[in-house]
């Protein structure tokens, strides 16, 4: 079985390998200082909705900077609205239709059906590659910060919820 | 005579071409029934945002995802009709849907002599035939998206 952080950005429901996903934060809890810095990490600031060309509407009431890493390389994203966490059989994970020929192929690792509708799983690592190779570094903002905040709320989520 | 007739229609069903006849924002069009996985409504595609010409979202039909061809953009017009229809074409890569007007196509059995070599270059064609003194295209519909053709033809995408 396989994990997945499913979020909505420009009206499209996006996922994210559960295993990539650090932390969520409001935007109270980032703060207005960038690169967002927690436990002495440095999240650099990836504008996931302009690299997608996609229209921009993480400015809600339930906005969440998701903190991912991959491969040695940390970035924050804004996205609309965390839904939760999907649990799912790695078969149920279809892969990109061959028609899509482009570079996209890297941006993608497939497509998850959910009821209604479908999830592009997003490629951490291709989304974290705009963020750049810095690894961080010690912080005085981390004492202040919570530790692996990956919660999300029971009544947004889908399929089997754990906290972690 | 029955028998004869019968093998006379067999023998010219086995040489004529069989085609769909259909519009995009009112374009008429044809393609070969050989190509065409089968018409049904137009179910609301989600947007994939992509780099490869003209495919930029897929359509579900039940457990499966179809990559969606743009043709009414590659043709430079707007699908009509409240109630688009979706048509699946076969493809080396692939099923393919395509959005085209709510018209309903027409099936048509076409002489291969009234074929004729189409001259329009935006997209791959196997010829055209006349219809009431409109030229109507005969699309390769299996060649949609190939690389050999787009590279001639795509010029604003990449």
Request: aromatic residues 6%; proline residues 4%.
């Amino acid at each position: 079985m396989s994990r997945f952080l499913l979020v909505t950005m420009g009206a499209r429901s996006l996922a994210f390998d559960a295993d990539t996903v650090q932390g969520l934060l409001t935007d109270e809890e980032a703060g207005t200082t960038e690169p967002v810095t927690v436990q002495g990490v440095v999240y650099k600031t990836v504008d996931l909705a302009d690299r997608l060309a996609m229209s921009s509407d993480e400015n809600g009431p339930e906005t969440r900077i998701v903190l991912l890493t991959c491969g040695g390389l940390q970035g924050s994203i804004r996205v609309a609205q965390v839904r939760g966490l999907l649990e799912v059989d790695r078969s149920q994970v279809l892969p990109l239709p061959q028609q899509f020929q482009g570079e996209e192929r890297d941006w993608y690792r497939g497509v998850i059906l959910l009821e209604e509708n479908i999830a592009l799983v997003l490629n951490t690592a291709w989304v974290l590659h705009g963020a750049g190779a810095d690894q961080g570094g010690s912080s005085l903002e981390w004492q202040e910060r919570a530790p692996r905040l990956l919660a999300v709320r029971q009544d947004l989520a889908m399929g089997e919820v754990r906290e972690c | 005579m029955l028998r004869a007739g019968i093998g006379n229609q067999q023998t010219s069903a086995s040489r004529s071409w069989n085609l769909l006849v259909f519009s995009v924002g009112g374009r008429r069009l044809a393609a070969k029934t050989d190509e065409v996985a089968g018409i049904s409504k137009w179910k609301e595609s989600v947007p994939v945002p992509s780099r490869t010409p003209y495919i930029s979202s897929v359509v579900r039909q039940d457990q499966t995802v179809l990559p969606v061809f743009d043709l009414a953009e590659l043709l430079h017009v707007s699908v009509r009709g409240n109630y688009p229809l979706c048509l699946t074409a076969k493809h080396p890569r692939g099923t393919l849907a395509i959005c085209i007007d709510e018209e309903m196509p027409l099936l048509q059995t076409l002489d291969p002599s009234s074929i004729r070599q189409y001259q329009g270059s935006e997209f791959a064609a196997i010829g055209s035939f006349l219809s009431v003194h409109v030229e109507i295209p005969i699309i390769a519909l299996s060649k949609l998206g190939s690389a050999s053709w787009s590279s001639h033809h795509d010029t604003g995408k990449s």
